[in-house]
């Protein structure tokens, strides 16, 4: 990886690494300690779902990697996931993808990813800790796939997609996912800005250069999603919808993780928006919205 690198991040660049020595003792802290001592599956399953059970949920499914489908990654593409928490979708990422490398400002978490792939043997699997919506500190046109999923303001969307438009080759692609800014629910991001609507994700991606723009609903949230629901049709997402609930109950997963208001709220949703003949609306107000791009 460090062919790649502009720079190596330092605690002058870092900003997450200030933190560092304020949060010794935490969770994390001790999360990566069992993990080095135990190993990182003990340290999740023993430790983490105790402590969090939704935090262990998101740390270790491999659902979270679910959106890889919509993207043409082989054996040879270089892939760099942003905000990558714990590494569950980067680990899953690098199975089928080239050099895949774990960015997130939050070094308790990139150590931890850094241990998944150490002691699960992925030796394509690299992490590195910096702030995933500030300067990247790799050369331009380092990467094929570039992913981000968690919580982004107007402001903050713009800055990252112009350094994401800078790390990626000609031909690549860019997936980005984010709460609904007028959606129903919308995950547990940290913090939680307002978001993004669909029309202003497709316009923010235009603007940094991006074409062939696909937008999806990910359900139940893009923070763990079963389904990739097409928006860009309104019969297609119609159909979708309709199908979703007749062929798989979901209510389970979200009832597991104190979500089952949610997929009430979508089931009952889902049904009105077909009664009264509402698809093209109701898809302006998933919970959340991804989109997939063409540099």
Known sequence: MRELLQHMPTEGDATAVEGASASAGTCEARLVELARRDGWKRAAHDFLRAHDLLEYRLAVDEY??????LLPITRRSRLLELNCD??????????????????????????FAAL???????????????SPTASLPFRDASFDVVAYSGALARNSAARLLAEVARVLAPGGHVYLATRN?????????RPAPRGLTMGGLRGLLKAAGFSQVAMYAPLPSHEL??????????????????????????????RRQGLGWLHLAARHGSR????????????????????????
Request: proline letters at 5%; a positive charge; one cysteine or more.
């Open 64 to 69: 979270r990697g679910n959106w890889r489908i």
């Open 181 to 189: 800014r007028i959606g129903l629910g919308g995950g547990r991001d």
């Open 116 to 130: 998944r792939g150490q002691q699960e043997h992925v030796p394509n699997l690299s992490a590195i800790c910096a």
């Open 86 to 111: 714990h590494g569950a979708a980067s680990l899953v990422l690098a199975e089928g993808a080239g050099l895949t490398v774990a960015l997130d400002d939050r070094w308790e978490r990139v150590a």
């Open 272 to 295: 009105a928006a077909r009664r009264l003949r509402l698809a093209g609306l109701a898809r302006h107000l998933v919970p959340s919205i991804a989109a997939v791009a063409r540099k």
């Open 225 to 254: 999603a079963f389904f990739f629901v097409p928006l860009d049709d309104p019969p297609v997402f119609a159909y979708y919808l309709r199908r979703l609930f007749e062929v798989y109950d979901f209510g389970a997963d979200l």
